[in-house]
């Protein structure tokens, strides 16, 4: 007989609002890895829009923070930045 061993540790966590934002990376087919170290870019170049908080991304296409980022509800679009993307090839290098 197999008997299933669930392991879980009860955590109190403050209440508070989160904020939902879809993240569209192209390409759009990067590991988790690269989607995550652009996100973290991202949050490194305009630090003053994060306020001290770090934002929480799937390395896919959802971000949650806990503060409400100063974009508004529309489209927004990122410059591309200096980094490697995906197939290795540093940006500006085509």
Known sequence: ???PVVHFVQVKIPSCT???YDV???PDKCPRRVNREIIEELVKVHADQFAHHKP???GRK????RKM???G???VREERMGIRRCDG???GEE
């Open 56 to 58: 929480v991304f799937d």
């Open 89 to 91: 090839v540093q940006d």
């Open 24 to 26: 569209s990376i192209i």
């Open 18 to 20: 989160l904020y939902h």
């Open 1 to 3: 007989m197999i008997f």
């Open 62 to 65: 959802n971000l949650y923070s």
């Open 69 to 71: 980022l100063p974009i």
């Open 73 to 75: 509800k529309e489209r």
